[in-house]
């Protein structure tokens, strides 16, 4: 029999595009084929990068543009497998006792649906009104090992047990998109599962188009210079390099000073929209900040 065509949320890598253009996303060729190709095959995608370069977002994106309902599981260091998945409503289960003791009925079933609170792995599993959710695994990188066997089960049949209800299978699996700051890298297997993109800071062009999408109010001069500067700023030697964030943040509190250039004062006075590290801000006072922006003057002018 000849292999059913897969049906895809969206028909084409110009429709990824052009849709999540929609929503004020900005991706790239790259990033598109591989959410095309994650759609239309049912593969999780793996998103490793730097920070703030809009690995969050292009899920959020995905979810909105496809009416689909987003589901996040934000990951940290401890998170174990069954506060992932669901938790019994320990107060609930007590007062149902109480009130069973005070009017001498029979006591519940303590154990069904009932007193069950899903957490995000077992929402995603249940079939959702508009179709299957959006479920993104948020920094992935900061759980450890044992989480990651755990979903990579989870990630091959799409189902999750409980010892005391039984197991419940999504009946279309959801689409996974999960993500990475790679402060550690997470093991192969899990990848193996997974397409996988790496997300970098966006070129001096693609930069623009993101601060156009979601800073309309800058001028494109002011956002010229600010894009220079950061994209510049990028190949210093820093402890912590701004992302993609940074620069909207960035421009948004210049507009909000009324600034319509840069120089080195204002530089100076709102570095905290930019640098997070007290040793990087203090690199940047001074002459340094004036030097870049000379260098970013040289090349726009
Ligand atoms: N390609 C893009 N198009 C539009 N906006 C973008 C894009 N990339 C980043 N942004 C903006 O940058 C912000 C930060 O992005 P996001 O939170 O997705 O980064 P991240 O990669 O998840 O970072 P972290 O690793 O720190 O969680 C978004 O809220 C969005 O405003
Ligand atoms: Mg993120």
Same mark, same amino acid.
Request: some cysteine; glycine content about 4%; hydrophobic content about 45%.
């Given at each position: 029999?000849? !292999?059913?065509?897969?049906?895809?949320?969206? %028909? #084409?890598?110009?429709?990824?595009?052009?849709?999540?253009?929609?929503?004020?996303?900005?991706? +790239?060729?790259?990033?598109?084929?591989v959410i095309?190709l994650a759609l239309t095959l049912n593969r999780p995608l793996f998103l490793e +990068?730097?920070? +703030?370069?809009?690995?969050?977002?292009?899920?959020?994106?995905?979810?909105?543009?496809?009416?689909?309902?987003?589901?996040?599981l934000?990951c940290?260091?401890?998170?174990?497998? #069954?506060?992932?998945?669901?938790?019994? &409503? =320990?107060?609930?289960?007590?007062?149902?006792?109480?009130?069973? $003791?005070?009017?001498? $009925?029979?006591?519940?079933?303590?154990?069904?649906?009932? =007193? @069950?609170?899903?957490?995000?792995l077992? /929402?995603a599993m249940?079939?959702?009104?508009?179709?299957?959710?959006?479920l993104l695994i948020?920094?992935v990188d900061?759980t450890?090992a044992p989480f990651e066997a755990f979903l990579l089960e989870a990630l091959s049949d799409f189902q999750v047990?409980?010892?005391?209800?039984?197991?419940? *299978?999504a009946?279309?699996p959801p689409i996974v998109i999960l993500t990475s &700051? *790679?402060?550690?890298e997470v093991h192969d297997a899990l990848k193996r599962r997974c397409l996988y993109h790496?997300?970098?800071?966006?070129? !001096?062009?693609?930069?623009?188009?993101?601060?156009?999408?979601?800073?309309? /109010?800058?001028?494109?001069?002011? #956002?010229?210079?600010?894009?220079?500067?950061?994209?510049?700023?990028? %190949? $210093?030697?820093? =402890?912590?390099?701004?992302?993609?964030?940074?620069?909207?943040?960035?421009?948004?509190?210049?507009?909000?000073?009324?600034?319509? &250039?840069?120089?080195? $004062?204002?530089?100076?006075?709102? @570095?905290?929209?930019?640098?997070?590290?007290?040793?990087?801000?203090?690199?940047? !006072?001074? #002459?340094?900040? *004036?030097?870049?922006?000379?260098?970013?003057?040289?090349?726009? +002018?």
């Amino acid at each position: 029999m000849p !292999h059913a065509r897969m049906k895809s949320p969206m %028909t #084409s890598i110009d429709d990824v595009q052009l849709r999540l253009a929609g929503q004020d996303y900005v991706c +790239g060729r790259a990033l598109a084929t591989v959410i095309y190709l994650a759609l239309t095959l049912n593969r999780p995608l793996f998103l490793e +990068g730097e920070a +703030g370069t809009g690995k969050t977002e292009v899920a959020k994106a995905i979810a909105a543009t496809l009416g689909r309902r987003l589901i996040r599981l934000q990951c940290y260091e401890g998170l174990d497998a #069954s506060s992932a998945v669901y938790e019994w &409503n =320990f107060a609930a289960q007590m007062v149902a006792i109480r009130r069973a $003791e005070a009017t001498g $009925e029979p006591p519940p079933d303590l154990f069904s649906d009932d =007193f @069950l609170i899903a957490r995000p792995l077992l /929402e995603a599993m249940k079939p959702q009104p508009g179709g299957p959710p959006v479920l993104l695994i948020d920094e992935v990188d900061r759980t450890d090992a044992p989480f990651e066997a755990f979903l990579l089960e989870a990630l091959s049949d799409f189902q999750v047990t409980i010892p005391e209800t039984g197991t419940v *299978r999504a009946p279309e699996p959801p689409i996974v998109i999960l993500t990475s &700051n *790679r402060t550690r890298e997470v093991h192969d297997a899990l990848k193996r599962r997974c397409l996988y993109h790496w997300v970098d800071y966006p070129t !001096h062009d693609r930069e623009m188009e993101i601060l156009a999408a979601r800073a309309p /109010e800058a001028s494109a001069a002011l #956002s010229r210079e600010v894009v220079a500067f950061v994209q510049k700023l990028r %190949t $210093e030697d820093l =402890f912590k390099k701004p992302g993609v964030a940074e620069t909207i943040d960035w421009a948004k509190c210049l507009l909000a000073l009324d600034m319509i &250039n840069l120089s080195p $004062e204002v530089i100076a006075d709102t @570095l905290g929209a930019l640098l997070k590290y007290q040793d990087d801000i203090q690199k940047l !006072h001074g #002459s340094e900040a *004036r030097r870049i922006l000379d260098e970013v003057r040289a090349e726009v +002018g």
